[in-house]
């Protein structure tokens, strides 16, 4: 018993609005109490309809009443707090603020547990009784609680919309139907849902195959994702297994050619070494007996003169100069000859083996690309976007850039000027001569997306391998105009595509700028007019032999 009245003290000590216990309590004039800033809140709510009401009985009041603290529930409260008691738990049954409530509860309201559809009201279980036990209720139907059920009455006619009409396409109450939907298919809203209810079953049975179908498709797609990565693992490995053995045997050979040469060397330093000491030797010899028949010619003493001039005069066999042979400078050249050739062949083989490489990749690239689909939004495009900055060694001399090589401008030159450019834009072998043109610094591969914008005068946005001419005639090094280029022209009124001396003229919404889509393994080239949307303007289809590289012709 004592913990059912500490359970009511409780709840008498709750505000209806918080759950909690009161804060502050005052007692509007009905006589049920809040916390003072619940019942302000609520009824800042009603200050434009200038009546006050209370949350629980309903009870209006004219003006807002001036509110106090309730001393006593204070009091009474606080001591509460002191004894260590909550406040109660919200009552499950109890509607919050997601629930729905029972249409029928005064005060406090219940959680709905059902819905009517013909009352178009919800009940919690007690006020569901009469459906249940009434006969007049018997045929209503009863759904889960639903906070959307004035969606089913009629906004012209406040009736329950129990029928639908086909010519229209929408659900109408009986009156709609002998009134402004009068001669038209209708059905009852239960015969229409049956209907539907089939070609639901079927959009289901569609839906679910078409589950399977790329279930399916993905598990094909995660074989073949492994399969892509152990192949390249594989070849990856395999690769470099083959390269580390080359450089190894590299390494041998370097290795091989340092000792024999290191080996000659000695030998052959080791033997003029061996003849020059020789030499030396017999040179002081020589000095040593010159100076003693030197002082031997001076002697006043006929007879030790010819004493000692026999043994004197007498010279030991010499080492004749016509027996050694000098090569000037030429000792080793041929070794670096025949080394020099090696690396020239090796070279050739690299170029050619990597040509080869380079190949079966662009094929791997191409058959990789039909699993991949192609973009469709300008979202989806700047997935594949990627920077380009251009390459001051191609530009020509009267076409200017700036912003960190991103911009270009076509900044002719004359006279006094044209010194000064020449000093900014060096003689470059990459430089093109004739046409005022530059190219990226990046090549191109796989799939790329670029977006250009330009203002005033004409443009032609590109792609170019990069071995195009930079001098000759414009069929040779112009943009779009030999098979190493495609250009879109962009002037001012219309677009205009070029390859390969061929000229397409193209349709499309003018803008100020151009997208560029690339997929080289698929040899995939694509131009959008981008503004607010992207509109394709003209797509090539081709074998690109070569990784490609941004270009731009500006012609003012």
């Not at 006279?415 to 093109?432: E, I």
């Amino acid at each position: 018993m004592a913990q059912k009245e500490v359970h009511l003290d409780q709840e008498t000590f709750s505000c209806s609005i918080c759950l909690d216990l009161l804060k502050d309590p005052v007692t509007v004039p009905c006589g049920h109490s809040y916390c003072m800033n619940c019942i302000k809140t609520h009824w800042d709510t009603e200050d434009d309809k200038r009546v006050y009401s209370c949350p629980q009985c309903r009870k209006s009041f004219t003006p807002r009443p001036v509110l106090g603290i309730h001393t006593v529930l204070a009091a009474l409260v606080e001591e509460l707090k002191k004894t260590g008691l909550q406040a109660a738990p919200a009552d499950p049954c109890y509607a919050g603020p997601e629930d729905v409530a029972c249409d029928f509860c005064t005060g406090r309201k219940l959680k709905a547990c059902k819905s009517c559809l013909q009352c178009l009201a919800s009940y919690c279980d007690k006020h569901l009784q009469p459906h249940y036990e009434s006969s007049t209720f018997k045929k209503h139907a009863l759904v889960e609680p639903s906070k959307t059920l004035q969606e089913n009455l009629c906004s012209r006619h406040d009736e329950v919309m129990k029928m639908f009409c086909r010519t229209d396409q929408q659900s109408i109450c009986y009156l709609c139907s002998v009134d402004q939907h009068k001669g038209h298919d209708t059905v009852s809203a239960a015969a229409e849902r049956t209907e539907r209810q089939r070609e639901l079953e079927g959009s289901r049975a569609n839906i679910q195959q078409r589950i399977q179908d790329r279930e399916k498709d993905v598990e094909l797609l995660q074989q073949e994702l492994e399969a892509i990565n152990g192949s390249a693992d594989k070849a990856v490995e395999h690769s470099e297994k083959m390269f580390t053995e080359l450089i190894r045997l590299m390494e041998k050979r370097r290795s091989d050619v340092k000792q024999q040469l290191r080996s000659q060397q000695q030998t052959e330093v080791s033997g003029v070494k061996e003849l020059q000491e020789k030499l030396e030797q017999e040179i002081t010899e020589l000095k040593r007996k010159d100076a003693e028949l030197h002082k031997l010619s001076h002697t006043q003493d006929h007879v030790h003169f010819l004493h000692h001039y026999p043994s004197l005069s007498a010279l030991s066999p010499s080492t004749h100069s016509s027996s050694i042979k000098t090569r000037p400078l030429t000792y080793f050249e041929d070794v670096t000859k025949a080394v020099s050739q090696v690396r020239e062949k090796l070279q050739d083989v690299l170029t050619e083996g990597w040509t080869n490489i380079s190949h079966s990749l662009t094929e791997v690239d191409a058959l990789l690309s039909q699993l991949r689909p192609e973009p469709e939004t300008r979202a989806e495009f700047l997935k594949y976007s990627c920077d380009i900055t251009l390459d001051p060694n191609t530009a020509h001399t009267w076409v200017s850039l700036s912003d960190g090589d991103r911009k270009a401008m076509y900044k002719p030159t004359y006279t006094a000027t044209y010194t000064h450019r020449q000093m900014s834009n060096p003689s470059h072998s990459d430089r093109f001569t004739k046409c005022y043109q530059v190219l990226s610094r990046e090549s191109l591969t796989g799939r790329c997306y670029w977006e250009v914008e330009w203002r005033g005068g004409l443009i032609s946005v590109s792609v170019s391998y990069k071995d195009i001419s930079r001098e000759g005639d414009w069929n040779e090094c112009g943009f779009g105009s030999n098979d190493k280029s495609w250009a879109l022209d962009c002037p001012n009124n219309s677009y205009n595509f070029r390859h390969n001396k061929a000229s397409t003229p193209v349709s499309g919404p003018q803008s100020s700028r151009v997208g560029v889509y690339l997929d080289h393994g698929a040899g995939i080239l694509s131009f959008y007019s981008v503004s607010e949307t992207m509109t394709l303007l003209h797509r090539v289809q081709t074998t690109f032999t070569q990784p490609l590289h941004a270009g731009y012709t500006v012609y003012g």
